[in-house]
């Protein structure tokens, strides 16, 4: 499509449960990002792919977080025994290229809440 | 490391009244300099990318330019549908590094 589709919109958890996020990508572009949003604007980088292949996952947390992108199929971000601290906006960005050749198109994000 | 800073966090216009949004930026070796439009509940919307200091780009009432230090983003006679936060970003290895954004209202 011609946009980043992420779902669900918002997603509530208990903690200490499961939590998914999905992302398909404008296609035709070869790089998905994701990031955190929290609080004042703070965009943190969590991981990056080249088609199925991760590379870059230097912001991803080394426990409890996850993320696969699958031909066919679109982007996932899990992350298991949720706490009250991942409370946050999710985005995921797409783009043909490495950043600094070309820019990132963001979807709407998924606001996650952790009760 | 690389850092990117907005300025003024928060900006009140009348509208028609123009101004300017500054982003101060730190990098080595500078790929690239974006600048994002998000509204409220929405993902940044991609407004303009700037490569080398000297560069201009304009669309409507936003222009932004770009030196070796800093990027601005000039407004000129916004009206209020231009309200939003503003967030500038710079490419760093191979991720975005955003500003803080700065939050701009126009009232009619």
């Known amino acids: 499509g011609e946009e980043v589709a992420q779902t669900p919109k918002h997603l509530v958890r208990g903690e200490g449960q499961k939590a998914k996020l999905y992302c398909a990508p404008i296609?035709?572009?070869?790089?998905v990002f994701w990031y955190q949003q929290v609080l004042k604007n703070e965009f943190k980088f969590l991981i990056s792919?080249?088609?199925?292949?991760?590379?870059?996952e230097t912001g991803m947390p080394k426990e409890r977080f996850s993320a696969k992108c699958l031909p066919n199929s679109p982007c996932s971000l899990e992350i298991q025994a949720t706490k009250l601290e991942d409370s946050a906006v999710y985005f995921c960005?797409?783009?043909?290229?490495?950043?600094?050749?070309?820019?990132?198109?963001f979807g709407d994000g998924t606001r996650l809440s952790i009760l | 490391e690389d850092q990117v800073t907005q300025s003024p966090e928060a900006l009140r216009l009348q509208e028609g009244e123009s101004s300017s949004l500054n982003c101060s930026y730190t990098?080595?070796?500078?790929?690239?300099l974006f600048w994002y439009r998000q509204d409220p509940g929405k993902g940044p919307e991609f407004l303009f990318t700037?490569?080398?200091a000297g560069e201009e780009k304009e669309k409507e009432r936003l222009k932004a330019t770009l030196t070796k230090k800093e990027s601005f983003l000039h407004i000129t006679a916004p009206k209020p549908e231009d309200s939003a936060t503003y967030l500038c970003?710079?490419?760093?290895?191979?991720?975005?590094?955003f500003g803080a954004g700065t939050i701009l209202r126009v009232k009619s």
């Open positions: 960005a797409s783009s043909q290229s490495v950043p600094g050749d070309q820019p990132q198109h």
């Open positions: 700037l490569y080398s």
């Open positions: 792919f080249q088609n199925e292949n991760v590379f870059d």
């Open positions: 990098v080595s070796g500078l790929r690239g």
């Open positions: 296609k035709g572009h070869s790089y």
């Open positions: 970003a710079v490419s760093s290895g191979n991720k975005l590094v």
